[in-house]
């Protein structure tokens, strides 16, 4: 792993190698190599030995090169799952994997992780961010970012800083106190930066505090680069960078994706009229060729990583990453883990699992077991039965494998230059990422045709996805040959993340095929500086009354010995580009679990949501197990937990609560302006202050077995637990300490009745006692002085609350700073 520029004799000599090869490159060249050539890479320079950086998202996966399910990737559960286990080793050997998986794909660069904070639940990306808590975001990024480059793959730490919400994502102006950037927003960059040494950041598209972040000096030349040390490369995010002389001297080093943008030619001539210092570039290039010779494409310099790590079994992660995951919120009667009997399990998302947040983090796994796949394949035969009971997706979905595509390319002739089969009804395709044969200067439509065999009768609707003009024909008869036009306020990515519109309504018979197509013709979105294809075609079964439905279910429920509902978001709830209006399950999956709970005492709901809902119905049933988006091997996990081969493993990186109760809610700029007056209050801190109890707390998790709080010693730098399982079976238990100040309130400004300090997990066999040794950071004791612009250690005493959750706490001590 690399350290900082000159602490090591290989870093010594890297560096060399980047001064050399910078000395030999003129002003062209240094200007295009800081511009995306296209939608993932920067140029190749050969005079200097430099191959082409590959960069792709991230987090969960890596996508690679092709937004396409012909390009299969091992989908993990998302980051906040991974948060939930509490585990950074764990977050680590998920970074093993994805460096793996980039290598796989020719990736030097993963854009991820993302480690904005859970501001409020509203926030659409919420699912792809790890935690409200700071230092719990530090911690899992920073053994996320340490396990990604032991594979010699880069990150780039996510989105500096405070794009903590989705709506005007592109122009917000986030007014963010000094102190809470310090304390919460930025911390967890510092952390990272700290602990992981990141070579990349990427700059957000937002503003704080009247700057955008691809041009703000302060934070990122002077406490970035200045006070942290950070040594690697700022990536805009894509499309950010939006001003020459501003972004390069606000230091950004590449400006993404091409092969528009406001560096290449644009900062070439800028140098040239005088306007940009040359010295300014350089250090920009130098950003870039360090980690070029980190990744290993520069010649002549050794990779950061030589030995690469031993090979990972990726579909076994996933599924070891979503049990420790998921978080156990309630367990009455000991409901869980199941006794022998019959399964109802019920619920669309049962059979059609929710795998992962949509948007940017989109990854395409070549399987997905779905929790009715799971659980068929771990109980006894028999004894499972399923109904759907309520259908979430009230919208239309991109068409997947029960329709087979295939995209015909044709030029303006009508003649056909091109043709590839399609695994979904997504096409998306980016810079020179075309099918065999096809060029942009000649592609003039584009066509997905087809055949469909519907599982059900009655009325199906089609949609389509994108802007531009379209004809779709379904069975021969054409519904649809117009322009679909993007609303005036549509995000410029509305193509990719947007909603489909309904456009026909065909009447379809259970198991008689017909034939479906849908033509584009090809014109490039307005608002992205790069050569994109993006449309798809979206379908939706027949409707079937939801009450049936859901008496269906309860006749399950009724006839089994417990019934396990699974309830789900869905890609129009939480996703990237918009937030959330509301934390209800959609649909009638609230009717559904009360029906179902009111049938059977012993019902299980399993929650399939990235993000908090409310759940009105959790003191009804028996249990409760979030599942967060599990990644491609869910159904297996949930039959793990669920039978008890492996306790649920997760603790909440977030607290879950209603709306209504929810102390930040204000996520919509007015007059493009978002101020965070909640200043360092969001999450429990805020709970806390407002005296609200949320439904479950921050912190909390139960697993199959119990835990006795024996004995804690402490002092400033180090607290020792020791803890006795005290029930029946092996369990690991996550030891979390909060510190409470005596005296909360400081001249230097109000703080938080108490927070996380650090954490541990220990394991013990039954009747065991261990002993947990929590590490606490002097940042811990410290507050961010506004008036002298510094870290100042807060004197006094303080109360070591050690627990289960912020709200269940055992064993105390006092200490004095
Ligand atoms: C997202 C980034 C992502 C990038 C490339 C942006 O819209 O905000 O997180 O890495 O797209 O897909």
Redesign the pocket.
């Given at each position: 792993m690399a350290g900082t520029p000159g602490h090591r004799f290989e870093d010594r000599v890297r560096e060399a190698v980047v001064e050399a090869a910078l000395g030999t490159l003129d002003l062209d060249a240094k200007a295009r190599l800081l511009s995306g050539q296209d939608t993932w890479t920067l140029p190749a320079l050969p005079e200097i030995g430099l191959r082409s950086l590959v960069m792709s998202?991230?987090p969960i996966g890596v996508r690679g090169v092709h937004w396409s399910a012909d390009d299969p990737s091992i989908a993990l559960p998302s980051p906040t799952a991974l948060a939930a286990a509490w585990d950074p080793e764990l977050a680590r050997r998920a970074g093993v994997l994805l460096a793996q998986e980039a290598r796989r794909k020719g990736v030097h660069v993963l854009?991820?992780p993302?480690v904005n904070l859970h501001r409020s639940p509203l926030g659409g990306r919420h699912f792809?961010a790890y935690s409200e808590d700071p230092h719990l975001t530090g911690v899992i990024g920073s053994g996320y970012v340490n396990g990604v480059q032991s594979g010699g793959v880069g990150t780039?730490v996510?989105?500096f800083v405070a794009?903590d919400a989705e709506t005007d994502?592109f122009t917000v102006n986030n007014l963010v106190s000094p102190r809470a950037l310090r304390e919460l927003y930025l911390a967890p960059f510092e952390h990272i930066v700290e602990n992981a040494h990141p070579w990349g950041v990427?700059t957000?598209?937002n503003s704080v505090n009247g700057t955008t972040m691809t041009e703000h000096r302060y934070l990122v030349n002077e406490v970035l680069r200045g006070e942290w040390g950070f040594d690697g490369c700022n990536v805009s995010?894509?499309?950010a960078a939006r001003h020459t002389k501003n972004a390069v001297e606000g230091g950004l080093d590449a400006a993404?994706?091409g092969p528009d943008t406001v560096f290449g030619a644009p900062l070439a001539q800028a140098v040239r009229d005088g306007e940009i210092d040359e010295s300014v570039v350089d250090d920009a290039v130098r950003n870039v060729l360090r980690l070029a010779a980190r990744v290993g494409i520069l010649d002549g310099a050794e990779p950061a990583v030589t030995d690469l790590p031993a090979p990972v079994d990726g579909p076994a992660l996933a599924r070891e990453i979503a049990r420790r995951s998921f978080v156990l919120v309630r367990n009455e009667r000991a409901a869980l883990p199941l006794k022998p009997g019959t399964v109802a399990l019920l619920g669309a998302a049962a059979r059609d699992a929710r795998v992962l947040g949509g948007?940017?983090?989109t990854v395409f796994p070549d399987h997905v077991v779905s929790p009715l796949d799971g659980l068929t394949a771990a109980l006894p035969d028999g004894t499972l039965s399923y109904a759907v009971g309520a259908d979430p997706a009230t919208e239309l979905a991109v068409t997947g494998k029960e329709f087979a595509l295939r995209a015909v390319c044709r030029d303006a002739a009508g003649e056909t230059i091109g043709t590839t089969p399609l695994a979904s009804g997504q096409i998306q395709w980016m810079g020179s990422d075309l099918p065999a044969g096809v060029t942009h200067e000649a592609l003039h439509t584009v066509e997905l045709t087809g055949s469909f065999t519907p599982r059900g009768s009655g009325p199906h609707t089609f949609g389509i996805k994108g802007a531009g003009a379209f004809t779709l024909t379904v069975d021969g008869i054409t519904h649809f040959d117009d322009v679909q036009r993007p609303a005036d306020d549509a995000d410029p990515?509305e193509a990719f993340f947007g909603a489909p519109v309904p456009r026909a309504h065909p009447e379809l018979v259970a198991g008689r095929p017909v034939d479906v197509s849908l033509t584009f013709v090809v014109a490039l979105p307005a608002g992205i500086p790069m050569q994109v294809i993006a449309f798809a075609l979206a379908h939706q079964e027949p409707q079937r009354d939801a009450d049936e439905l859901i008496a269906e279910a309860v006749e399950a429920a009724r006839a089994a010995d417990t019934a396990v509902v699974v309830v789900a978001t869905t890609e129009r709830v939480e996703s990237?580009g918009f937030d959330r209006t509301d934390l209800a399950l959609p649909g009638r999956q609230d009717d559904l679990v009360r029906a179902v709970a009111a049938a059977n005492p012993n019902t299980v709901v399993v929650v399939n949501s990235g993000s908090p809902v409310e759940l009105p119905w959790r003191e009804e049933v028996a249990a409760v197990l979030l599942s967060w988006f599990p990644g491609q091997e869910a159904g297996d996990a949930l039959a793990d937990v669920l039978t008890g081969a492996h306790e649920p493993g997760g603790r909440l990186p977030t607290t879950w609560g209603s709306l209504a109760d929810a102390p930040v809610t204000r996520v919509t700029p007015e007059n493009g302006e978002l101020p965070y007056t909640e200043g360092v209050f969001i999450g429990y801190r805020a709970w806390e202050r407002h005296g609200r109890t949320p439904s479950y707390p921050f912190g909390h998790g139960l697993g199959y077995t119990e835990w006795t709080y024996e004995a804690v010693d402490a002092d400033t730098t180090t607290v020792r637990v020791r803890v006795r399982n005290s029930g029946a079976r092996a369990g690991r238990e996550v030891v979390q300490v909060y510190l409470a100040p005596a005296e909360p309130d400081t001249p230097a400004g109000d703080r938080p009745a108490r927070w996380l300090a650090g954490f541990a997990a220990v394991e013990a066999a039954p009747g065991e006692t261990v002993e947990a040794v929590v590490e606490l950071p002097h940042r811990a004791f410290e507050i961010w002085d506004e008036t002298d612009n510094r870290w100042a250690c807060v004197k006094g005493s303080y109360e070591i609350q050690v627990g289960r959750s912020i709200a269940d706490r055992r064993i105390t001590a006092t200490i004095s700073v």
């Amino acid at each position: 792993m690399a350290g900082t520029p000159g602490h090591r004799f290989e870093d010594r000599v890297r560096e060399a190698v980047v001064e050399a090869a910078l000395g030999t490159l003129d002003l062209d060249a240094k200007a295009r190599l800081l511009s995306g050539q296209d939608t993932w890479t920067l140029p190749a320079l050969p005079e200097i030995g430099l191959r082409s950086l590959v960069m792709s998202d991230g987090p969960i996966g890596v996508r690679g090169v092709h937004w396409s399910a012909d390009d299969p990737s091992i989908a993990l559960p998302s980051p906040t799952a991974l948060a939930a286990a509490w585990d950074p080793e764990l977050a680590r050997r998920a970074g093993v994997l994805l460096a793996q998986e980039a290598r796989r794909k020719g990736v030097h660069v993963l854009l991820a992780p993302t480690v904005n904070l859970h501001r409020s639940p509203l926030g659409g990306r919420h699912f792809e961010a790890y935690s409200e808590d700071p230092h719990l975001t530090g911690v899992i990024g920073s053994g996320y970012v340490n396990g990604v480059q032991s594979g010699g793959v880069g990150t780039t730490v996510k989105h500096f800083v405070a794009n903590d919400a989705e709506t005007d994502r592109f122009t917000v102006n986030n007014l963010v106190s000094p102190r809470a950037l310090r304390e919460l927003y930025l911390a967890p960059f510092e952390h990272i930066v700290e602990n992981a040494h990141p070579w990349g950041v990427m700059t957000a598209y937002n503003s704080v505090n009247g700057t955008t972040m691809t041009e703000h000096r302060y934070l990122v030349n002077e406490v970035l680069r200045g006070e942290w040390g950070f040594d690697g490369c700022n990536v805009s995010d894509w499309t950010a960078a939006r001003h020459t002389k501003n972004a390069v001297e606000g230091g950004l080093d590449a400006a993404m994706p091409g092969p528009d943008t406001v560096f290449g030619a644009p900062l070439a001539q800028a140098v040239r009229d005088g306007e940009i210092d040359e010295s300014v570039v350089d250090d920009a290039v130098r950003n870039v060729l360090r980690l070029a010779a980190r990744v290993g494409i520069l010649d002549g310099a050794e990779p950061a990583v030589t030995d690469l790590p031993a090979p990972v079994d990726g579909p076994a992660l996933a599924r070891e990453i979503a049990r420790r995951s998921f978080v156990l919120v309630r367990n009455e009667r000991a409901a869980l883990p199941l006794k022998p009997g019959t399964v109802a399990l019920l619920g669309a998302a049962a059979r059609d699992a929710r795998v992962l947040g949509g948007g940017s983090a989109t990854v395409f796994p070549d399987h997905v077991v779905s929790p009715l796949d799971g659980l068929t394949a771990a109980l006894p035969d028999g004894t499972l039965s399923y109904a759907v009971g309520a259908d979430p997706a009230t919208e239309l979905a991109v068409t997947g494998k029960e329709f087979a595509l295939r995209a015909v390319c044709r030029d303006a002739a009508g003649e056909t230059i091109g043709t590839t089969p399609l695994a979904s009804g997504q096409i998306q395709w980016m810079g020179s990422d075309l099918p065999a044969g096809v060029t942009h200067e000649a592609l003039h439509t584009v066509e997905l045709t087809g055949s469909f065999t519907p599982r059900g009768s009655g009325p199906h609707t089609f949609g389509i996805k994108g802007a531009g003009a379209f004809t779709l024909t379904v069975d021969g008869i054409t519904h649809f040959d117009d322009v679909q036009r993007p609303a005036d306020d549509a995000d410029p990515f509305e193509a990719f993340f947007g909603a489909p519109v309904p456009r026909a309504h065909p009447e379809l018979v259970a198991g008689r095929p017909v034939d479906v197509s849908l033509t584009f013709v090809v014109a490039l979105p307005a608002g992205i500086p790069m050569q994109v294809i993006a449309f798809a075609l979206a379908h939706q079964e027949p409707q079937r009354d939801a009450d049936e439905l859901i008496a269906e279910a309860v006749e399950a429920a009724r006839a089994a010995d417990t019934a396990v509902v699974v309830v789900a978001t869905t890609e129009r709830v939480e996703s990237e580009g918009f937030d959330r209006t509301d934390l209800a399950l959609p649909g009638r999956q609230d009717d559904l679990v009360r029906a179902v709970a009111a049938a059977n005492p012993n019902t299980v709901v399993v929650v399939n949501s990235g993000s908090p809902v409310e759940l009105p119905w959790r003191e009804e049933v028996a249990a409760v197990l979030l599942s967060w988006f599990p990644g491609q091997e869910a159904g297996d996990a949930l039959a793990d937990v669920l039978t008890g081969a492996h306790e649920p493993g997760g603790r909440l990186p977030t607290t879950w609560g209603s709306l209504a109760d929810a102390p930040v809610t204000r996520v919509t700029p007015e007059n493009g302006e978002l101020p965070y007056t909640e200043g360092v209050f969001i999450g429990y801190r805020a709970w806390e202050r407002h005296g609200r109890t949320p439904s479950y707390p921050f912190g909390h998790g139960l697993g199959y077995t119990e835990w006795t709080y024996e004995a804690v010693d402490a002092d400033t730098t180090t607290v020792r637990v020791r803890v006795r399982n005290s029930g029946a079976r092996a369990g690991r238990e996550v030891v979390q300490v909060y510190l409470a100040p005596a005296e909360p309130d400081t001249p230097a400004g109000d703080r938080p009745a108490r927070w996380l300090a650090g954490f541990a997990a220990v394991e013990a066999a039954p009747g065991e006692t261990v002993e947990a040794v929590v590490e606490l950071p002097h940042r811990a004791f410290e507050i961010w002085d506004e008036t002298d612009n510094r870290w100042a250690c807060v004197k006094g005493s303080y109360e070591i609350q050690v627990g289960r959750s912020i709200a269940d706490r055992r064993i105390t001590a006092t200490i004095s700073v």
